[in-house]
């Protein structure tokens, strides 16, 4: 993860004028640049724990690394969804679309989710193989 986000990292400065134009924004490279301590932070932390052979700090702080990557590579190519062809306001559907899928979303996502956090304490913790 680590390796990918340093590659995309450079190749959206190097490759794509629409990300170096994008970095060289007042304000931007700031974000950026903090985006990429948290996620630095977040790796060694990642190490750290599994050293110390913590259950918990590898899973938490590889959250946080993909999403400080993840906010990374938003932040770089924002208002572009796809960079120099498809903006956000142009690849929104009309209104009455909008709501329906809000509607839908807003139904599905909270059993969605409450699901998958049943799923997670009902399976917490490791695994202990049984001798029979």
């Given at each position: ?130 001798h029979h």
């Open positions: 993860t680590v390796a990918a986000a340093i590659v995309i990292s450079i190749g959206t400065l190097i490759v794509s004028p629409i990300g170096a134009e994008r970095w060289a924004q007042a304000g931007v490279f700031h974000v950026l640049v903090a985006l990429a301590i948290v996620a630095a932070l977040a790796f060694c932390y990642v190490l750290y724990s599994v050293y110390m052979g913590s259950e918990h700090g590898p899973f938490n702080a590889s959250m946080v690394l993909f999403v400080a990557s993840f906010a990374g590579l938003a932040v770089s190519l924002f208002p572009d969804i796809v960079p120099g062809q498809l903006s956000i306001a142009s690849a929104a559907s009309n209104s009455t679309t909008l709501i329906f899928m809000l509607i839908g979303i807003g139904t599905v996502m909270p059993i969605m989710i409450g699901y998958n956090l049943y799923q997670y304490h009902l399976f917490r913790g490791k695994v202990i193989p049984v």
